[in-house]
T-cell receptor, first 112, second 110 residues
Framework: EAGVVQSPRYKIIEKKQPVAFWCNPI?????LYWYLQNLGQGPELLIR????????DSQLPKDRFSAERLKGVDSTLKIQPAELGDSAVYLC??????????FGPGTRLTVT | GENVEQHPSTLSVQEGDSAVIKCTYS??????FPWYKQELGKGPQLIIDIRSNVGEKKDQRIAVTLNKTAKHFSLHITETQPEDSAVYFC?????????FGKGTMLLVSP
């Protein structure tokens, strides 16, 4: 069974440019999460979807970050415009309801 | 909100020794406590978890214990091997959100 798929794995952009990350969850998992992981820290939740509905986006900086999960399967996280402080690893995870969460490999973003 | 403290931040052991990582949490409503292993350049991998109605759980060389009264839980790895070297994260979940500790870098020397 395929795990959580994320792309790209690495992205380098200049500040003020837009960037997008894509995630495909484990087949059948209706809950999808986007996390931010800074160097030397644990993951921090940005947004949680149940099917196509964003049920917890309280930690998403909505002035520059947006996310969508239009058909309740794959999801896209966007940053526009990117800032130097956005350099981090962006992790996607999925679960069946509120059961165990399984993480993808992450996208390492570097903003120069 | 929930706050999870994890200790130590780094842990060095010799191959074959045991390793113990400890976490405390603040929200008494938390009822699910997973542990993740993260290798360099990879996403966190779930290695074991425990729910609040259980005090201990084992899976081969790893075990987790939970003390709900004291609000702390621990990961125990026995007979450590070099491939156990990684960053380990504890987490706690109450209603729906996982809150992670800051991680423990475990180094197992041959």
């Amino acid at each position: 069974e395929a795990g959580v798929v994320q792309s790209p794995r690495y992205k380098i952009i200049e500040k003020k440019q837009p960037v997008a990350f894509w995630c495909n969850p484990i087949s059948g998992h209706n809950t999808l999460y986007w996390y931010l992981q800074n160097l030397g820290q644990g993951p921090e939740l940005l947004i949680r979807y149940e099917n196509e509905e964003a049920v917890d986006d309280s930690q998403l900086p909505k002035d520059r970050f947006s996310a969508e999960r239009l058909k309740g399967v794959d999801s896209t996280l966007k940053i526009q415009p990117a800032e130097l402080g956005d350099s981090a690893v962006y992790l996607c995870a999925s679960s069946l309801g509120s059961r165990e969460q399984y993480f993808g490999p992450g996208t390492r973003l570097t903003v120069t | 909100g929930e706050n999870v403290e994890q200790h130590p931040s780094t842990l060095s052991v010799q191959e074959g020794d045991s390793a113990v990582i400890k976490c405390t949490y603040s929200d008494s409503a938390s009822n699910y406590f997973p542990w993740y292993k993260q290798e360099l350049g990879k996403g966190p991998q779930l290695i074991i978890d425990i729910r609040s109605n259980v005090g201990e759980k084992k899976d081969q060389r790893i075990a987790v214990t939970l003390n709900k009264t004291a609000k702390h839980f621990s990961l125990h790895i026995t007979e450590t091997q070099p491939e156990d070297s990684a960053v380990y994260f504890c987490a706690a979940r109450g209603y729906s959100t996982l809150t992670f500790g800051k991680g423990t870098m475990l180094l197992v020397s041959p």
